[in-house]
């Protein structure tokens, strides 16, 4: 059974940072794509970064690009999201995710395993 956890979410003011973390167990991450969706409240889940099995392919989203940056550490079977300047359309509940595509992926349906999600809130 493959568990994503992920932590690291809370209520920031505009302009904060968050380092969103997601340990993974079951099995190694080492093979596999891992990405960050978030969902708003109405909204449905949006990509948000993907990187590689070896850390070298990392894609955002346009409206992320040069703010947050997604990293992973196999060793420790985590990958993180760091995230800066954040603003208050930023606010959602922040998913981590695990895909067999080991290149990395945007596409959601390429995800097998997820995570049940962190809080992440950001008043102006």
């Known amino acids: 059974q493959v568990q994503l956890v992920e932590s690291g979410g809370g209520l920031v003011q505009a302009g904060a940072s968050l380092r969103l973390s997601c340990a993974v167990s079951?099995?190694?991450?080492?093979?596999?794509?891992m990405g960050w969706f978030r969902q708003a409240p109405g909204k449905e889940r949006e990509f948000v970064a993907t990187?590689?099995?070896?850390?070298?392919?990392?894609t955002y989203a346009d409206s992320v690009k040069g703010r947050f940056i997604i990293s992973r550490d196999n060793a420790k079977n985590t990958v993180y999201l760091q995230m800066n300047n954040l603003k208050p359309e930023d606010t959602a509940v922040y998913y981590c995710?695990?895909?067999?595509?080991?290149?990395?992926?945007?596409?959601?349906?390429?995800?097998?395993?997820w995570g049940q999600g962190t809080q992440v809130t950001v008043s102006s």
């Open positions: 995710a695990a895909s067999p595509v080991a290149t990395a992926t945007s596409q959601k349906p390429e995800y097998q395993y």
């Open positions: 990187v590689s099995w070896n850390g070298y392919i990392r």
């Open positions: 079951g099995r190694t991450v080492g093979t596999y794509g």
